[in-house]
């Protein structure tokens, strides 16, 4: 009776020990420990099938050095014998086999002692050969009294740990890799897609905020007008987040068609609608332990709005046709170019939604605000437009700087981007040999930019002048100012507004060229 007794504390054991999360050493090791403790044995081995090679995984009883061993079946006929039987089996004391553990008992220093009593249990998962549990004893007859269903019932336990053990270590390598992927996808996006460029204020303020909020997991909305970068403000905050390693799922709502939004943002059940031949999950599950972007979130239908607000507020969701609650973690980050809070007004957006997602909003400046960042930015671009080009330099013309300067960009970056690739394209068509972007070739006559100031008092272009670039940038901004001043009665605020500057930045420009005393 108390033999029992402690076998069933020993199978509780090890069926608990399968429920918690250990390394598989440790896991491995208290199963044969276990084992070994209860069972009339002097050695336990854990041996795990590899290519056809039985490799110890954890013993009981004998030597160190057998954790180094490999064990080929060819060469072993006792464990070959085991391997192909789906029963216990025993090995009598004058058996003509050679015992693979004879001398590697713990206390045999000699190596002398040989092993009289063995036997041995296949282990299988799924009716799949996985490896071999083996009892050996000095006593002959030590198992005699030892029931087959015994040895079949730790077996078991035995296969379920190498299984349970082999399931985690794969679902690590599978995290390992996708956070792998996850981060060359990231850095490849940032590369393509380039950093955020510029040294103005409004730039370095920008990156001041994504460099806060990044740190936190609070809701991120990111409003701008259309091309001024707040894809890549998302990704830059993702990147710098404690998340980075995770997956950053991005949909753009604007391209949802709302009849599958739902299931595009929760996945659902096969047969839950025509089409839905298998079980899919959503952005949602796609997005768990990382970063939810959810591009042009003002287009998304009221009629999803609700059950997103569910998602955001207690952390679950549903498949569609599915009655399960899923939770999920995410960091979401959500990007418009619209005014949500005139949508909320026009009962287009829901109000609690808003409010939730407007926990920290970043404005992306338009490209007018910060004119003094577009020789960088042309640069940047331009030194990409050589990369897809196949052209070994591109230079940009001085006064085609100060057309750039002049413009409007309703557009913002993504559109000087295009159009800088447009014109080095047709500079290079015109002269191969040395590519230099021409005014022309920027396609920017009419533009309106400058056209409000150019119909005040049409600025002459400066002739180039022999010093370089600077010098005929600083006279072409001279002359567009003095227009500016001249057709606004020297009203510094409102030549500010039609030049697209803040009225201090215009008087710092004018100061450093010299220009101050007109106010």
């Given at each position: 009776?108390?033999?029992?007794?402690?076998?069933?504390?020993?199978?509780?054991?090890?069926?608990?020990?399968?429920?918690?999360?250990?390394?598989?050493?440790?896991?491995?090791?208290?199963?044969?420990?276990?084992i070994?403790?209860?069972?009339?044995?002097?050695?336990?081995?854990?041996?795990?099938?590899?290519?056809?090679?039985?490799?110890?995984m954890?013993?009981?009883?004998l030597?160190?050095?057998?954790?180094?061993?490999?064990?080929?079946?060819?060469?072993?006929?006792?464990?070959?014998?085991?391997?192909?039987?789906?029963?216990?089996?025993?090995?009598?004391?004058?058996?003509?086999?050679?015992?693979?553990?004879?001398?590697?008992?713990?206390?045999?220093?000699?190596?002398?002692?040989?092993?009289?009593?063995?036997?041995?249990?296949?282990?299988?998962?799924?009716?799949?050969?996985?490896?071999?549990?083996?009892?050996?004893?000095?006593?002959?007859?030590?198992?005699?009294?030892?029931?087959?269903?015994?040895?079949a019932?730790?077996?078991?336990?035995?296969?379920?740990?190498?299984?349970?053990?082999?399931?985690?270590?794969?679902?690590?390598?599978?995290?390992?890799?996708?956070?792998?992927?996850?981060?060359?996808?990231m850095?490849?996006?940032?590369?393509?897609?380039?950093?955020?460029?510029?040294?103005?204020?409004?730039?370095?303020?920008?990156?001041?905020?994504?460099?806060?909020?990044?740190?936190?997991?609070?809701?991120?909305?990111?409003?701008?007008?259309?091309?001024?970068?707040?894809?890549?403000?998302?990704?830059?905050?993702?990147?710098?987040?404690p998340?980075?390693e995770?997956?950053?799922?991005?949909?753009?709502?604007?391209?949802?068609?709302?009849?599958?939004?739902?299931?595009?943002?929760?996945?659902?059940?096969?047969?839950?609608?025509?089409?839905?031949?298998?079980?899919?999950?959503?952005?949602?599950?796609?997005?768990?332990?990382?970063?939810?972007?959810?591009?042009?979130?003002?287009?998304?239908?009221?009629?999803?709005?609700?059950?997103?607000?569910?998602?955001?507020?207690?952390?679950?969701?549903?498949?569609?046709?599915?009655?399960?609650?899923?939770?999920?973690?995410?960091?979401?980050?959500a990007?418009?170019?619209?005014?949500?809070?005139?949508?909320?007004?026009?009962?287009?957006?829901?109000?609690?939604?808003?409010?939730?997602?407007?926990?920290?909003?970043?404005?992306?400046?338009?490209?007018?605000?910060?004119?003094?960042?577009?020789?960088?930015?042309?640069?940047?671009?331009?030194?990409?437009?050589?990369?897809?080009?196949?052209?070994?330099?591109?230079?940009?013309?001085?006064?085609?700087?100060?057309?750039?300067?002049?413009?409007?960009?309703?557009?913002?970056?993504?559109?000087?981007?295009?159009?800088?690739?447009?014109?080095?394209?047709?500079?290079?068509?015109?002269?191969?040999?040395?590519?230099?972007?021409?005014?022309?070739?920027?396609?920017?006559?009419?533009?309106?930019?400058?056209?409000?100031?150019?119909?005040?008092s049409?600025?002459?272009?400066?002739?180039?002048?022999?010093?370089?670039?600077?010098?005929?940038?600083?006279?072409?901004?001279?002359?567009?100012?003095?227009?500016?001043l001249?057709?606004?009665?020297?009203?510094w605020?409102?030549?500010?507004?039609?030049?697209?500057?803040?009225?201090?930045?215009?008087?710092?420009?004018?100061?450093?060229?010299?220009?101050?005393?007109?106010?």
């Amino acid at each position: 009776m108390r033999f029992q007794q402690a076998i069933d504390r020993a199978l509780w054991q090890i069926a608990v020990d399968l429920s918690n999360t250990m390394p598989g050493e440790i896991q491995f090791q208290r199963l044969v420990n276990a084992i070994g403790s209860v069972l009339p044995c002097d050695a336990v081995t854990l041996m795990h099938l590899q290519d056809g090679v039985l490799v110890p995984m954890a013993s009981h009883g004998l030597a160190p050095d057998l954790m180094g061993r490999r064990f080929d079946p060819a060469a072993h006929p006792r464990l070959a014998a085991i391997l192909a039987s789906v029963n216990p089996v025993r090995f009598p004391a004058g058996s003509e086999l050679p015992d693979p553990f004879d001398g590697l008992l713990a206390d045999d220093a000699e190596h002398e002692m040989p092993v009289h009593a063995c036997l041995g249990a296949s282990l299988h998962v799924d009716r799949e050969l996985v490896g071999v549990l083996t009892l050996d004893a000095l006593d002959a007859h030590a198992f005699d009294r030892l029931p087959d269903s015994t040895v079949a019932a730790f077996a078991a336990l035995a296969a379920a740990t190498l299984r349970n053990v082999a399931l985690i270590r794969a679902l690590e390598q599978a995290s390992e890799r996708q956070r792998a992927i996850a981060r060359d996808l990231m850095q490849e996006a940032l590369r393509r897609e380039g950093n955020l460029i510029g040294n103005s204020r409004a730039m370095s303020r920008l990156r001041q905020e994504i460099a806060m909020v990044a740190a936190t997991d609070l809701a991120v909305l990111i409003t701008g007008e259309t091309g001024t970068g707040k894809e890549l403000v998302a990704r830059t905050v993702h990147a710098l987040s404690p998340r980075s390693e995770q997956a950053l799922v991005q949909i753009n709502c604007a391209a949802l068609p709302e009849s599958v939004a739902e299931s595009e943002l929760f996945g659902h059940k096969k047969g839950a609608f025509t089409g839905a031949t298998s079980d899919r999950a959503g952005k949602f599950e796609l997005a768990h332990g990382g970063t939810l972007f959810l591009d042009e979130i003002g287009e998304l239908p009221l009629s999803l709005q609700a059950k997103l607000l569910r998602a955001l507020q207690q952390g679950e969701i549903q498949r569609v046709g599915a009655d399960a609650i899923i939770r999920v973690d995410v960091r979401l980050i959500a990007a418009t170019n619209r005014d949500l809070l005139h949508e909320v007004e026009a009962g287009r957006f829901r109000s609690d939604l808003y409010h939730r997602l407007h926990v920290y909003p970043i404005a992306v400046p338009p490209l007018r605000e910060h004119r003094e960042d577009l020789a960088v930015l042309a640069g940047y671009f331009l030194d990409a437009a050589r990369h897809k080009l196949g052209i070994e330099r591109i230079d940009l013309h001085p006064l085609s700087l100060a057309a750039l300067a002049a413009y409007d960009w309703p557009g913002n970056v993504r559109e000087l981007e295009h159009l800088l690739l447009r014109a080095g394209l047709k500079a290079a068509q015109r002269d191969p040999e040395k590519v230099v972007v021409r005014p022309g070739d920027l396609g920017l006559s009419g533009a309106t930019g400058g056209a409000e100031v150019e119909s005040a008092s049409p600025p002459v272009v400066p002739a180039l002048p022999e010093t370089g670039m600077r010098e005929a940038v600083d006279a072409y901004q001279r002359q567009l100012i003095r227009a500016a001043l001249d057709a606004c009665e020297n009203n510094w605020t409102q030549a500010a507004k039609r030049l697209g500057l803040d009225r201090a930045n215009l008087q710092r420009l004018a100061k450093r060229l010299e220009m101050s005393g007109r106010g």
